[in-house]
């Protein structure tokens, strides 16, 4: 019992703020649960498919490929492949940490699981045209022309301002957590 409250203690403690929010101010109170609600839906909706396809990624694709193509040694194409990957995908942002922890798995180069993230966030295909269509093209461009370079350069960064234990230790933790 006590690993269970341990385990799920935020949770514990945002639903009790809701209830006192509630008991204080019904209308604040239902706004809470709704977004809540609302929040566990969409969960509902994304987080299985990703889970689907972890699995067929996991099971139908072979570290030697993944490492083959966006391994230590991939180079640029390694670092293409993650921006596809990652601006074809999909969802929410929390959507990419599983992937990345396949990823991981796989034997993927750290920079380009950055990268994948950062595409996933920034460069989605659907946000582009979603952009384009309410900002106007030169608008979209224009970012997607800065957050390209932006998100190499983070990505390249974090990987030298990490420490090769560390980034060997959120390996190791990726791995065991797959399991």
């Known amino acids: 019992m006590k690993e269970i409250l ?15 929010i509630t008991l204080f101010s019904r209308d604040t109170g ?7 609600a609302g929040s566990f839906k ?19 694709v072979p570290r030697e490929i993944m490492m083959k193509y966006m391994g230590e ?22 959507g990419a940490f599983p992937i990345s922890a396949v990823f991981m798995k796989k034997g993927v180069k750290f920079t380009n699981i950055l990268i994948f993230i950062g595409a996933w966030s920034t ?36 990987s030298r301002l990490i420490s090769k234990e560390e980034v060997k230790s959120i390996y190791d933790n990726a791995e065991k957590n797959a399991k």
Not at 75 to 92: C, W, Y
């Open 123 to 158: 460069t989605k295909i659907p946000m582009l045209l979603f952009e384009m269509s309410a900002l106007g093209a030169r608008f979209a461009l224009t970012r997607l022309a800065v957050d390209i370079p932006g998100i190499i350069v983070i990505s390249f960064a974090l």
């Open 42 to 60: 969409e969960m509902f909706f994304v987080v299985p498919p990703v889970f689907i396809l972890l699995g067929l990624l996991d099971v139908w």
């Open 30 to 36: 239902a706004r809470a649960f709704s977004v809540a």
């Open 6 to 20: 341990k385990r799920y203690r935020a949770f514990i403690i945002a639903m009790l703020a809701m209830c006192l």
């Open 73 to 94: 040694g991939s180079g640029i194409k390694g670092v293409v492949l993650a921006f596809i990957l990652g601006s074809a995908a999909a969802g929410p942002l929390y």
